[in-house]
């Protein structure tokens, strides 16, 4: 069905002569399509976006994967696969123990399938990255500044140093003073990380770069969505993209520019505990000091929704145990479940493939984290907006733009799957992807 949906909003593959070009892939986390496409209506001022629009090619939608959270659909947008195949199944990587210290997906190993990357250095192109997830010790790109962080602490610099490429940081920190924290999500460490890829652009020359921007996502979670707050930050994220088109053009005069979100947002009410569930069900024991002494059943969450993993995926007795508890619990109104996904249903979606069950929020509600025996069963939020709901969901819906050589002015795609886009810049810089799940856009 996914393939059909693809094909009727792609229409026509890209011509056999690909046009190897140079890209700039720009990513901005929880850009919803409609601000873009509606900024007018909505009192925004971003002219550098809304030039995609007028002058290449846009999408009415970008449905997403499951779970529309952030790292699986940088996977995404990277492989042009879902996270069943290329393994980033969550921003978080499954820790039933509590001992990983809240460890996500950062490391480019984890990769299952070939990436864009991958693809142009092997064709002979340089790589540059500034931020991207899932990028450390990407061994293909060329000039890295990966996404990492642990505690917040000064010594996590000397962390993302260590872990870009050799002297690179060094070399751009002497000329443009200290870099951003990986963990600091404000629009001012987006800014600085746009001087930063605007200096790798103009002085290294990549063929293909990826820049990730991160604070409307960080805005839209503590203010909610289409909050003035996060209007304010759309703007200086236009900014920044507009420094970008202009040092890739400058670089590169003939180079593709496209830019992408990962997910849409919901506002958000209210947040619910499956892990208090599942310990009062005696699926998962604590000891005295609050810690996961044994499990047999665990919530993996991913905001809006959590994938179930079973300790033996295939005792029978546990699968119905499970089950039980969780008809029980959508069945209570008070715990805002809108749908639970079997394993058939979560391959259909190209989610996890350990889970057993999936659990879908209704919009408002999302899965809360791990807080130990006391955390109540449903608690009123603290974050304003979330994510990681169904792909099905209309407010999950992503963005994508695209402008530059060959990219016919003021085209509409209308509504294309997310794993369209990576194949349709393979072809655009010339190079193969053949692990791609969907076929190409035309230009």
């Known amino acids: 069905?996914?393939?059909?949906?693809?094909?009727?909003?792609?229409?026509?593959?890209?011509?056999?002569t690909a046009q190897a070009a140079p890209v700039l892939f720009i990513s901005i986390d929880g850009l919803r399509p409609g601000d873009v496409l509606d900024a007018n209506k909505r009192g925004l001022k971003i002219p550098n976006l809304r030039r995609f629009v007028k002058e290449g090619g846009s999408a009415a939608s970008v449905r997403g994967v499951l779970p529309t959270v952030t790292y699986p659909s940088h996977a995404t947008l990277l492989t042009g696969v879902s996270p069943?195949?290329?393994?980033?199944?969550?921003?978080?990587?499954?820790?039933?123990?509590?001992?990983n210290q809240g460890g996500w997906f950062w490391y480019a190993s984890a990769f299952r399938t070939p990436t864009?990357?991958?693809?142009a250095r092997?064709?002979?192109?340089?790589?540059?990255?500034?931020?991207?997830?899932v990028s450390v010790g990407a061994k293909s790109v060329t000039w890295n500044l990966p996404q990492i962080w642990r505690t917040g602490h000064a010594d996590d610099a000397a962390l993302v140093a260590a872990l870009s490429t050799p002297g690179l940081l060094e070399d751009m920190e002497a000329?443009?003073?200290?870099?951003?924290?990986?963990?600091?999500e404000s629009i001012e460490s987006d800014e600085k990380r746009g001087v930063f890829a605007a200096d790798l652009i103009a002085n290294k020359k990549p063929g293909f770069t990826t820049v990730y921007l991160t604070a409307l996502d960080h805005e839209q979670h503590g203010k909610g969505p289409g909050t003035e707050d996060a209007h304010a930050v759309l703007e200086r994220i236009d900014a920044i993209v507009?420094?970008?088109?202009?040092?890739?053009?400058?670089?590169?005069?003939?180079?593709?520019?496209?830019v992408a979100s990962d997910h849409g947002f919901s506002s958000t009410d209210t947040e619910v505990s499956l892990f208090r569930a599942?310990?009062?069900?005696?699926l998962i024991t604590l000891d005295a000091d609050g810690k996961v002494t044994t499990w047999d059943a665990m919530p993996w969450p991913s905001g809006g929704s959590a994938a179930i993993l079973l300790a033996r995926p295939d005792d029978t007795a546990l699968f119905a145990k499970v089950e039980a508890l969780l008809a029980k619990l959508k069945a209570d109104p008070e715990m805002r479940i809108a749908d639970i996904a079997n394993r058939t249903s979560i391959g259909t979606l190209g989610g996890n493939p350990q889970a057993a069950f999936y659990v879908d929020f209704q919009r408002g509600a999302y899965a809360a984290g791990f807080k130990g025996a006391n955390a109540p069963l449903v608690a009123a939020s603290k974050s304003k907006g979330m994510h990681g709901y169904f792909p099905q969901s209309a407010e999950m819906r992503s963005t994508f733009l695209i402008m530059g050589k060959g990219i016919e002015a003021g085209k509409s795609y209308g509504e294309i799957d997310m794993r369209a886009i990576a194949p349709t810049l393979a072809r655009i810089m010339g190079v193969p992807l053949p692990d791609a799940e969907m076929p190409a856009l035309t230009p």
């Open 116 to 119: 864009l990357w991958d693809a």
């Open 242 to 258: 507009g420094t970008l088109v202009k040092a890739e053009l400058a670089a590169h005069p003939d180079a593709v520019i496209a």
């Open 122 to 133: 092997k064709a002979g192109m340089t790589v540059g990255n500034v931020h991207w997830p």
């Open 175 to 184: 000329r443009l003073g200290p870099y951003a924290a990986g963990i600091d």
């Open 278 to 282: 599942f310990i009062d069900a005696g």
């Open 84 to 99: 069943a195949k290329h393994g980033i199944v969550g921003n978080t990587t499954f820790d039933p123990m509590q001992i």
């Open 1 to 16: 069905m996914a393939r059909v949906l693809a094909f009727a909003v792609a229409a026509i593959l890209l011509p056999a």
